[in-house]
């Protein structure tokens, strides 16, 4: 079982990209949220560990979970109200957003008893990490994991719009790497932390895979190793939920190739690694070619 721990939200997209005005269109969300539904969609087995409303949202986005086959046993609820985010598509299909976090839901999150011996990943980041209370929470719920050896998968996916404190963020981040096996950024991501980790010491992650756009993807493994895959051209819808899919793909791909064991990653050679940023180049691809956070299924990437 591979468990993503973090918020869900539900993001108002606008039905025309590029006008200010456009209807709202309301969808499923959230970076934690997008990862383990991907994740179920590509058939692995998954649980979705977060706080989420009893409000109607809260209700629509279980609902998108247990569709998914996503286990839903770790999930606290609450009376509060579900987080919205505004997205603003601009012409490239790029998405920005304007968040209502305010007394929601997920910002309650409390840590939850030590996860089941049967889960091999733990999936953490986005907001979930900056919001109060919970963000110690999910902080305290990655040590506790990573330290008695579960893999640990870290997406920042900055949002600089809920970072009061920049710096603050910035070393809680550096704190945080000791306890992260699979760092994933993005180059934006990158760059607003001042660059990426240095390699080859005992607090590097294992390894540090950059999303690059239409570019591709690339890693770096502690031990040096780099690989490289360039992008898969797709007549681009908007690019909401294609860094979370990435984080779903690696999950799977290393899951497949038994990379989730400890240690295990580490062993992954050059062309392991090329294989496994194929398979998340394609399946991201496949979600910017649709409007909204639509991880793609098993059936669509092996067609």
């Excluded at 919205?84 to 601009?90: F, I, K, M, N, R």
């Excluded at 990158?190 to 390699?199: D, F, I, K, Q, R």
């Excluded at 998340?280 to 793609?296: D, H, L, V, Y």
């Amino acid at each position: 079982m591979i468990v993503v721990a973090g918020e869900s939200l539900i993001d108002l997209v606008p039905r025309e990209n590029g006008s200010p005005l456009s209807p709202l269109l309301p969808r499923p969300g959230g970076g934690p949220y997008n990862t383990a539904v991907a994740l179920g969609r590509l058939g692995a087995g998954a649980a979705f560990c977060s706080r989420v409303s009893t409000d109607p949202f809260g209700e629509a986005l279980l609902d998108g979970l247990r569709t998914a086959g996503i286990d839903v046993s770790l999930v606290q609820r609450g009376p509060e109200p579900t987080t919205l985010a505004v997205a603003a598509v601009g012409a490239d299909g790029s998405a920005g957003y304007a968040f209502y976090a305010e007394g929601t839901a997920d910002r309650l999150f409390a840590l939850p008893p030590r996860l089941p011996d049967a889960v091999r990943a733990l999936a953490v980041g986005t907001c979930s990490l900056v919001l109060e209370p919970g963000a110690t929470a999910y902080e305290a719920l990655l040590r506790r994991e990573a330290d008695r050896g579960v893999f640990t998968l870290l997406d920042p996916n900055i949002r600089p719009g809920l970072i009061p404190d920049a710096d603050a963020y910035r070393a809680r981040f550096t704190r945080w790497l000791p306890s992260v096996s699979l760092l994933k950024v993005s180059e934006e991501d990158a760059a607003w932390l001042g660059g990426l980790p240095p390699a080859g010491t005992a607090a590097s992650p294992a390894a540090v895979v950059v999303t690059r756009g239409s570019r591709g993807l690339s890693v770096r493994t502690r031990a040096g190793l780099e690989a490289a895959v360039p992008g898969v051209a797709v007549r681009v819808a908007d690019t909401i939920g294609a860094g979370d899919t990435v984080n779903a793909a690696l999950l799977h791909a290393l899951e497949a190739r038994g990379a989730l064991a400890p240690g295990a990653l580490d062993a992954l050679d050059a062309d392991g690694w090329r294989e496994v940023l194929g398979f998340a180049a394609r399946a991201a691809a496949i979600t910017c070619s649709r409007t909204g956070a639509e991880p793609p299924y098993a059936r669509e990437l092996e067609a």
